[in-house]
Structure formats: C-alpha cells, structure tokens
Nanobody, 127 residues
Framework: QVQLVESGGGLVQAGGSLRLSCAAS????????MGWFRQAPGKEREFVAAISRGGGTTYYADSVKGRFTISRDNAKNTVYLQMDSLKPEDTAVYYC????????????????????WGQGTQVTVSS
C-alpha cells in the first residue's frame, strides 16, 4: 500500500508563488513516474505536470508551461511542484498521484493511469 500526502497549498495573490510537496510511503517510489493533477469546482480533475522515475523527463499541461516546475527527490520519497506567476484560474485542489506502470511514462498525462492519490491540497489565487 502506498500513501501520498500533499502539503504546501494556501492563499496567494495573483503573480505570487507556492511550492507544493508530496511525500510518499514505501520503498518503490523511485520506480514510478509521478504526477500532479488539479480539480476546480464543477470541473474534472485535469493533468498539470508529471516527472519520470529518475527525474530526467518532465511533462506539462500547456496552461502551466513556463510557470510551473515539477521535480523529485528520490532519497526523500518526495515530489514537488513549484508554481510561479500564479493566476486566479490556477485555483483548485491539487493532487499528486503515482503512475501505475513502473519504469514507464507512456500515458503519464492520463488521469486513469494513476493508481494512488493523495488527499489533495487547496490552492487559491486571488485577483
């Protein structure tokens, strides 16, 4: 069983920054790609960013490219999402997830390809 715990959300003004963290339990963290998704009220959970098992390859939604940076520290079993130049439309609950296929990133932008999720952390950007 894998547990994921997000932290770092909060209220920030437009143009500000936040750094989200996702701590994972278990000994297999470094075998799997990890991703961040978000869900705004009344909308479906959408892909934000993902990172390969070793951190060498990253993926971003067009809406956050150039503003958000995903990274990971396998020694700490933690994945991060640095969010800069935040906009009101970034307001959502942010979830981290573990990609279901070890040593792969095929389909890493697809929500249904993740098998474990954290509880989510709220990010609110005021205008």
């Amino acid at each position: 069983q894998v547990q994921l715990v997000e932290s770092g959300g909060g209220l920030v003004q437009a143009g500000g920054s936040l750094r989200l963290s996702c701590a994972a339990s278990g000994r297999t963290f470094s075998s799997y790609a990890m991703g961040w998704f978000r869900q705004a009220p009344g909308k479906e959970r959408e892909f934000v960013a993902a990172i390969s098992r070793g951190g060498g390859t990253t993926y971003y939604a067009d809406s956050v490219k150039g503003r958000f940076t995903i990274s990971r520290d396998n020694a700490k079993n933690t994945v991060y999402l640095q969010m800069d130049s935040l906009k009101p439309e970034d307001t959502a609950v942010y979830y981290c997830g573990r990609f279901r296929k070890p040593s792969s990133t095929v389909g890493v932008t697809t929500r249904d390809e993740y098998d474990y999720w954290g509880q989510g952390t709220q990010v609110t950007v005021s205008s």
